[in-house]
Structure formats: structure tokens, C-alpha cells
């Protein structure tokens, strides 16, 4: 768990995942985000009012801001042991970035976002919540934002410092999955396989949709992927 920061009281919530202090710090929830293919930024905000708003709350995050000035927390309210970030996720407000490299939160918050997707709730009653990977079209709609991608794997490779998690053949067009070299260690080592072995294999990733020739994602946590049963 991040260590404790100050505590303090909410003035106002600035976005679905921002919130003011009355001693003027900024808050941002860490961990999820609020966009994915479309869901409204405006319920989310206004669930987090719900949550916090006026409310005394305990932080636990980064020591230092930002390059924004904003502090990046899991944020408690006092009577409660779970981030209300999980409440959020849990309601399909918001989705799970899978990039915390603590596991403990990281397990907590994506058992919150299957319920949510499993229910149907939120942003995952919207069919296109999770994109087809072969479809690189559809996933191009969100060059720029965070996206969640299923598909079956059609090969893995490396070029020079670069792993490639291949969904097509032709990279100027179809979806990908890239891994920096240095990497891919701890990717193998969290999945207890070597990442050769996702060819043919389903799988789910989630992160910052790019345009490099096709779509891609650059992952950089383990957590970003999931093997999915066929």
C-alpha cells in the first residue's frame, strides 16, 4: 500500500477523477481512468461528488505532485478500508489501468471492474466498451485515449529493442501490442510463462491507444494484459 499523505477535506470535484482540497491541493485518483469508448465523464464526476464532496478523506500516494502541481492518491474515507476508487469501478464509472506496480491494489480494483463488467454496469453496457482487436478501425476511433482490447493472438516477435503481440499481418493496418526489450523479463516472470506462448491465445489488454503504422498499445506493467479462457 503507497504510504499515507496528509489528510483533508474536499472543496470540489474538478473531474471524474479530480478533486480540489480546501487547502488547495489537487487530487488525482490513481489507478483508474475515467474515458473508455465513450462512457459519459459527467456520471463519474458526479458519482465522486456523491462519494467525497464536503468530506474529510485520507490519502495514500506519491509524496510529490505531478509536472501539474496534482497529487496522485488512492483516496479513503475514514469509515471504510477500501479506496473509493473501487466503489467507482464497482458502479463501471471508471476503468482499471493496471499499471500500479502494487499488486495488492492493483488485484483489488481489477476484482471491483470484472463484477462491474460482468454486470453489465456502467461503461460495460455500452457493446463497444471492450474493442475487437481485429478490427483496427474501430480501435483507431481512440487514438489518444485509454482503451480496452480483446483478441486472439496471432504471433509474437521481436524487432531490435521492441517484443511485437501481433493481431494481424500487416502492421500498417492492424492492432498490436508492444513491450519494450528490457521488459519483457518482467512480464514472463508475472505470467509464469514466456510471452511466445500468447500465440493462439486469447487475451485482453488495456492502455493509451497509438497510431504507429496500425493501432497499438505500448504496455509497460504486466497487470495491461490478461489471458483470457477460451
Known amino acids: ?3 499515507l499523505l496528509d489528510p483533508g477535506r474536499v472543496a ?3 473531474d471524474a477523477r479530480t478533486l480540489r482540497l480546501t487547502d488547495g491541493r489537487e487530487v488525482r485518483l490513481a ?4 474515458t473508455v469508448s465513450g462512457a459519459s465523464d459527467a456520471s463519474a464526476a458526479q458519482a465522486l461528488e456523491t462519494l467525497v464532496e464536503g468530506r474529510e478523506i485520507v490519502l495514500r500516494g506519491a509524496a510529490k505532485p505531478d509536472r501539474y502541481g496534482r497529487f496522485t492518491a488512492f483516496v479513503f474515507r475514514p469509515d471504510e478500508t477500501g479506496p473509493v476508487q473501487a466503489a467507482l469501478v464497482k458502479a463501471g464509472h ?9 499488486k495488492d491494489c492493483a488485484a483489488y480494483l481489477m476484482i471491483a471492474e470484472e ?5 453489465g454496469r456502467g461503461l460495460w453496457a455500452e457493446p463497444s466498451a471492450i474493442k475487437n482487436a481485429g478490427i483496427g478501425g474501430d480501435i483507431l476511433a481512440l487514438i489518444g485515449r485509454f482503451g480496452v482490447v480483446e483478441g486472439r493472438v496471432l504471433s509474437v516477435r521481436q524487432a531490435g529493442s521492441t517484443l511485437y503481440i501481433n493481431f494481424g499481418r500487416r502492421w500498417t493496418r492492424d492492432f498490436a501490442v508492444t513491450i519494450s526489450r528490457r521488459n519483457v523479463a518482467s512480464f514472463e516472470a508475472a505470467a509464469g510463462r514466456p510471452l511466445k506462448s500468447l500465440e493462439r491465445r486469447r487475451i485482453r489488454v488495456r492502455g493509451w491507444i497509438e497510431q504507429r503504422g496500425g493501432p497499438r498499445i505500448h504496455a509497460e506493467r504486466p497487470g495491461q494484459i490478461e489471458l483470457l479462457e477460451d
Do not use: T
Open 31 to 34: 489507478e483508474v481512468e475515467a
Open 115 to 119: 463484477f462491474a463488467r460482468r454486470a
Open 1 to 3: 500500500m503507497p504510504p
Open 94 to 102: 471508471l476503468a482499471v489501468r493496471a499499471a500500479s506496480p502494487d
Open 12 to 14: 470540489a470535484i474538478l
